[in-house]
């Protein structure tokens, strides 16, 4: 079983407030991802590190950050939430050859 | 970039039937994924293969590089295999790391 992990699993937020959403992983390795899936929609990737101190956007534009000041931490923030990001939320670690997916962040925007 | 087709978009079937699913993509690559999403939205990762065949219990996972094409079966299949099954390639031609992933087949396996 994949140890990455997400939290919070599920959070419903007011329009314009802070949030951030944590990702987690213990199985060292240096590459890690986010993906957003809107309803109904395929996966996407949104930002991507390869290290510590490496952050890089991905194919699909986002108004969302992340940072990567430690190996096993990768949370992405979202300075003033939208309605328009409402939408699940998957980390992943790994290689493109072998990915571990987190079990997800479903976010609703009021 | 990478375009994977994926067919059917949605499927259902009776228990005990014999499931195929396929995936088609643009671009070679070295390495494919099936992935599997529950409805909670957790993905498992179910194969990654480059080449010939991979079979895990009931799931038996296809690819053909020349022809660029992948594809997932089940048999013998359950009501508890209903999912939504992913197939995704690496993003390729320069483009950001990570996955291009398919818009999903949804099955639903009827008792």
């Known amino acids: 079983e994949a140890d990455i992990y997400q939290t919070p699993r599920y959070l419903v937020i007011g329009t314009g407030k802070k949030i951030t959403l944590e990702c987690s992983q213990t199985m060292g390795h240096d590459k890690m991802y986010w993906y957003q899936q809107d309803p109904g929609m395929e996966l996407h990737l949104i930002h991507y590190s390869y290290g510590v101190n490496s952050t890089e956007k991905g194919d699909l534009s986002s108004e969302s950050t992340v940072s990567r000041i430690r190996t096993e931490h990768f949370p992405l923030t979202l300075e003033s939430a939208r309605p328009s990001h409402t939408s699940q939320y998957l980390c992943?670690?790994?290689?493109?050859?072998?990915?571990?997916f987190g079990p997800g962040t479903r976010l609703t925007v009021l | 970039k990478n375009e994977v087709e994926q067919s059917p978009q949605n499927l259902t079937a009776q228990e005990g039937e014999f499931i195929t699913i396929n995936c088609s993509y643009s671009v070679g690559i070295s390495a494919l994924h099936w992935l599997q999403q529950h409805p909670g939205g957790g993905i498992v990762s179910l194969f990654m293969l480059s080449s010939g065949k991979k079979k895990h219990g009931r799931l038996i996972a296809t690819i053909n590089i020349q022809e660029k094409h992948s594809s997932l079966h089940i048999t013998a299949s359950h009501p508890r295999d209903s999912a939504v099954y992913i197939c995704?390639?690496?993003?390729?031609?320069?483009?950001?790391?990570?996955?291009?992933f398919g818009k999903g087949t949804h099955l639903i396996i009827q008792p």
């Open positions: 992943a670690s790994g290689q493109v050859t072998e990915q571990f």
């Open positions: 995704a390639v690496p993003n390729s031609g320069g483009g950001a790391d990570g996955l291009t």
